[in-house]
């Protein structure tokens, strides 16, 4: 393995350009070693379809025509554009900088996925497999490598051209580690994380009571929740009307008035019945103070059916969001705190099985 990074940029530059590479301003560093493991399959196929579609004179795709729109980039502070041309080439060492909505007009198209390898730096991923790496800098705006915008589709760089905008904030702080330093940030996103606690989640409670903790499962097609979603007011509404219907929607509501032994269970909601579950093998205290944001959160879903509610403000206090941060970094803190209470009502529940065991064991 062959790690290779830079040493000559200025992380605190505005906008910070590479030169060439020179034994002055490179390091390097190697180990060896043997990878074990399954040995990968290759599935292929095809689908032809018979019919005649007229040419236009161009072939951009097949033939390799060169196309002759001229796209450009805001590249500088001084507002200087840059041709698209000029910047497909990975020797121009140099970055990019985009509205976040952008992330948004790409998944509103068939077949855009969008990817976290870090807590701020993903990939949009296209029909094309290809992955366009972003970071999100200190004023939550993309950063981008230039030569990776300029090798896109034509189509493609036209919509990220739409929301360029002029170097603020300077790079991704965690998109140089990984691109000009080669040591990725050891951060996770968490969207990532609260997809994974929803399944650990489902686990320790099938583990912890026999049965399932949601009714059913989530229809493929739901686009994952990421903080791209809350970009106002009305977004964030939306996020907390999507988190719900996530979560606290399909929980088992049969199962857990079997389990629960509140003296008003049948009358009880979803969440509140989890929170008697929780309390039966824990306190009611540390019950309520793990679904805060849970609860916080399904109030702020009914204030999406009526926005003009004065307990909106008092929602999003519960709920853990600092509203005096831009709503990029609300909606991350929405999706984070949730995260955190499922890791919460999962470690309720883990230790409480932990104690049966032991509990079984001494018997």
Do not use: C
């Not at 980039?73 to 970055?95: C, H, M, N, Q, Y």
């Not at 990029?328 to 049966?356: P, S, T």
């Amino acid at each position: 393995m062959l790690r290779v990074w830079r040493t000559d940029v200025d992380e605190e530059d505005d906008a910070p350009v590479m030169g060439p590479e020179t034994d002055n301003n490179v390091e390097t560093e190697s180990s060896q070693g043997t990878q074990t493991g399954l040995e990968g399959i290759r599935v292929e196929g095809e689908f032809w379809r018979d019919e005649w579609i007229e040419h236009q004179g161009l072939s951009t795709r097949v033939r390799g025509d060169d196309d002759p729109a001229v796209l450009e980039f805001i590249a500088d502070t001084d507002g200087t554009r840059v041709p698209s041309k000029t910047l497909d080439d990975e020797d121009i060492g140099r970055w990019l900088w985009f509205k976040p909505e952008v992330v948004k007009a790409f998944l509103a198209r068939r077949g855009f996925t969008l990817e976290w390898y870090t807590a701020e730096t993903g990939g949009l991923k296209s029909t094309s497999e290809y992955r366009t790496h972003f970071g999100l800098n200190s004023s939550d705006y993309l950063t981008v490598y230039a030569s990776d915008i300029a090798r896109l589709p034509v189509w493609e760089q036209r919509i990220w051209a739409a929301y360029s905008i002029g170097p603020e904030g300077g790079v991704s702080k965690e998109l140089l580690a990984a691109q000009v330093r080669s040591s990725p940030a050891n951060t996770k996103a968490p969207e990532e994380e609260l997809k994974e606690l929803m399944k650990a989640l489902e686990e320790v409670f099938r583990d912890s009571f026999g049965g399932p903790l949601f009714t059913h499962e989530l229809d493929s097609r739901t686009a994952p929740i990421s903080r791209f979603d809350g970009v106002d007011d009305a977004a964030l509404l939306r996020m907390a009307k999507e988190l719900t219907r996530q979560f606290s929607d399909r929980l088992n509501i049969p199962l857990m008035r079997q389990i629960s032994t509140h003296e008003k269970k049948t009358e009880l909601g979803s969440i509140k019945l989890l929170e008697s579950v929780l309390a039966s093998i824990s306190t009611q205290e540390l019950a309520r103070s793990v679904l805060s944001a849970v609860v916080g959160v399904y109030d702020l879903r009914v204030g999406d059916a009526h926005p003009t509610s004065s307990k909106i403000e008092k929602a999003f206090s519960l709920a853990g969001i600092d509203r005096s941060k831009p709503h990029l970094r609300q909606a991350e803190q929405m999706i984070g705190n949730y995260a955190h209470a499922i890791w919460g009502i999962g470690k309720v529940l883990y230790e409480d099985l932990e104690k049966q065991k032991a509990a079984n064991k001494t018997t």
